[in-house]
């Protein structure tokens, strides 16, 4: 193969940050599962509690599932006392979500959950780096959300 055509090879900077999702995944599911928790669902009611209330369609977005993946959550989440649907006063067909009583305590536990996993994942950094590596994933995050942006354009 001449210089000028070979092939650019990546870093594997994607692999590892591939790699790592599946075991944190992975990992935080078996720390919240004692709750009754998936990652999915405490990613959905730590979105409703964060917002206070929202409808099923932002819940969906924010939570990086499809509409019917999102309904179906709250079918189980609303089944098992977490999530309480109620009618917008002004607009009658907008169903807001919110947490119940149990599902603020449920998240409070699975939150306690995730920040002992998160502990332990990050042990071996120096607390300095541990802000440098919270911050460099941020910068990923931002600039991946602003090409998928700049693409639309």
């Known amino acids: 193969m001449k210089k000028g055509s070979e092939l650019a090879m990546p870093s594997g900077t994607a692999y590892l940050i591939g790699r790592l999702h599946r075991m944190v995944r992975m990992r935080l599911a078996e720390s919240i599962s004692p709750l009754g928790l998936t ?9 409703v509690g964060a917002r206070g209330q929202l409808s099923n369609a ?6 990086f599932v ?6 179906e959550m ?10 309480e649907r109620a009618a917008d006063p002004s607009h009658g067909r907008i169903i807001h979500l919110r947490l119940t009583r149990e599902g603020q305590e449920v998240l ?8 002992a996993f998160e502990t332990g994942l ?13 911050d460099y994933m941020k910068a990923c995050v931002n600039a991946l959300s602003l090409a998928s942006i700049d693409s639309n354009d």
């Not at 932002?58 to 939570?63: G, H, P």
């Not at 071996?124 to 919270?134: G, I, N, S, V, Y």
């Open 58 to 63: 932002q819940l969906a977005e924010r939570s």
């Open 122 to 134: 990050l042990a071996e950094l120096a607390p300095r780096d541990r802000q440098r590596f919270h």
């Open 108 to 115: 409070s536990r699975a939150h306690a959950a995730a920040a």
């Open 39 to 47: 990652v999915q669902q405490y990613t959905a009611l730590a979105v």
């Open 66 to 71: 499809t509409p019917q993946t999102a309904n």
């Open 74 to 83: 709250v079918k189980a989440m609303e089944e098992k006392g977490w999530i």
